[in-house]
């Protein structure tokens, strides 16, 4: 019962600078169990620099980190850089992560559609497939809190809906906290509880609906034109450009 | 077989036993330049063992771990790349270790056999140091394979699942530092990254996993060892020299056959 009282995790008044630069200044957040959080915020605004710190891989100078005593943290990093040499299955490399029974591990294959993957090297797989395994090994670890570092990076437009669906279905399923970096709000908005908008502080927080509508959003990421909410609200009557950004053409959607 | 040939080719198959498994970490980790620093310093090792009047291979570890702990403590520096950090330290030290040679005069020291190594003139007790080394390393890895895998990998994504990544590394460095110390007599300070290298690239084509890249690594080793010391007995050639032209005929011929796919 205290357990639930409890948050799983709890940041306070973090502050770093780095070679001269102040990267965080007084952030704080809480991530409670069954709960997604998001961190959205330009690039350099510090969000990985949170991440790693509430991870514990770099020494914040001022605030401490607070993690539910024993909890289990399973961690997606943004990047896989392996060598070419390296000769590695996703079988091998979900192993490494340990802890579960054979049959736990197929659950998560099935439910993460990685069964086909297992015998590939991990080098030959495509960004969709890199960040489903790395979520898998994430799971392998039973975390009541999961950490993950931009989920869709290299994921192409449609893939990133359906990962963010799946974390959605993850914490259902697994009953863990979830602590997300994004890009883009409107894309998570669907599928977080809480958003911290940051840019060295925290600019404003909340839920995603009012974060959205926040003067300090707005300033930092611009007006939201109707075309971006399209993306949230309209997921599969636009197109979309080169770039994954919605084309103009959406705008009569919202009219008709 | 001549005595000393026999006790060339145990030297020698036990430095590729070792150099193997070790070497396709190197490989894997992009640390050829750091073994190639750490074997330069060698020599350094060698002429300061003289200096102290200490055993040559304890004296070549310990430097090993020194500079290893200096460029731990370097990596910390940003404004010079990595790169340049181990180009600055790997010539220094083995000019130093030439120059500090050069005044003791007292002695006369086989310069070209620690450069190239002298596997003809190896006594009975090189043969302890490199099977007592070795089998230490090997130890060494076959209790830490998995943390250093995991390491090797993702090293943060380690160091989350609970992975003492910092003394794995230290570890690793450690390994490397003493498999040099061991093999220096066999195939010189200049040779010996490339019986950890050509080995473990040349197991590249054949290996499906981490742990079967190790074990191909250490036989094609083996093989140019046998390869090399035959060669240099028929053809009267440099014996370490000639074992790492085995071994990269060995690696040559692994990449004919067209695909360059990895299974």
């Known amino acids: 019962m205290n357990r639930k009282m409890t948050p799983l995790l709890e940041a306070r008044e973090i502050s770093i600078r780095l070679q001269g630069r102040q990267l965080l200044e007084r952030v704080s957040l809480k991530v409670d169990q069954g709960e997604i959080v998001t961190l959205i915020g330009p690039n350099g605004a510090g969000k990985t620099t949170l991440v790693r710190i509430i991870l514990g891989l770099l020494k914040a100078d001022q605030g401490e980190v607070v993690l539910q005593p024993g909890v289990r943290i399973g961690y997606m990093p943004q990047q896989l850089a392996l060598s070419e040499n390296m000769p590695l299955r996703v079988e091998r490399f979900l192993s490494l992560g340990a802890g579960r029974s054979d049959s736990d591990v197929a659950t998560i294959v099935d439910e993460l559609l990685i069964g086909k993957l297992l015998r590939q090297p991990m080098q030959r797989l495509s960004g969709g497939e890199r960040q489903r395994v790395l979520l898998a090994r994430a799971l392998m670890r039973r975390p009541e809190l999961l950490v993950l570092d931009e989920p869709v990076q290299g994921v192409d437009v449609t893939g990133q809906a359906a990962l963010y669906s799946l974390i959605t279905e993850i914490r259902e399923r697994f009953g863990c906290g979830v602590l997300m970096i994004s890009h883009d709000l409107h894309l998570v908005m669907a599928t977080t509880d809480q958003v911290l908008c940051l840019n060295q502080h925290v600019c404003c927080s909340g839920h995603p609906e009012s974060v959205s509508q926040h003067p300090a959003y707005l300033e930092l990421f611009g007006a939201p034109a109707s075309a971006r909410l399209a993306v949230y609200t309209h997921h599969h009557d636009h197109t979309h450009d080169i770039h994954g950004d919605v084309e103009a053409e959406s705008e009569e959607h919202s009219h008709g | ?263």
């Open chain 2, 1 to 263: 077989m001549d005595d000393f040939l026999l006790r060339a080719l145990i030297a020698g198959l036990g430095v590729a036993l070792v150099a193997g498994p070790l070497g396709v970490f190197v490989v894997w980790r992009r640390m050829a330049y750091f073994g190639d620093t750490l074997a330069h310093s060698a020599l350094l090792g060698v002429a300061l063992g003289f200096l102290l009047g200490i055993n040559l291979n304890l004296s070549v570890i310990l430097l090993g771990i020194l500079l290893a702990l200096l460029l731990v403590a370097m990596g910390g520096n940003r404004q010079l790349s990595q790169d340049t950090q181990l180009g600055i330290l790997a010539h220094s030290a083995l000019s130093l270790g030439l120059v500090v040679m050069a005044f003791q005069t007292s002695i006369r020291v086989d310069l070209m056999g620690y450069l190239f190594g002298d596997i003809l003139a190896v006594t009975a007790s090189d043969l302890l140091w490199v099977w007592g080394g070795g089998l230490c390393v090997l130890l060494a890895l076959g209790l830490f394979w998995r943390p250093l895998l995991s390491l090797t990998v993702h090293e943060e994504l380690a160091q989350v699942e609970g992975v003492p990544v910092a003394r794995m590394r230290l570890l690793f460095m450690l390994l490397i530092a003493l498999v040099i110390a061991v093999s220096m007599k066999i195939v010189g300070v200049l040779l010996i990254t490339s019986m950890m290298i050509i080995p473990a690239a040349a197991a590249r084509r054949f290996s499906r996993s981490p742990e079967q890249m190790a074990l191909i690594a250490a036989a094609i080793g083996a093989i140019a060892v046998a390869l090399g010391l035959a060669g240099s007995w028929h053809w009267d050639t440099p014996a370490g020299p000639s074992v790492v032209v085995a071994a990269a005929l060995l690696f040559a011929a692994t990449q004919l056959g067209g695909k360059t796919g990895y299974p």
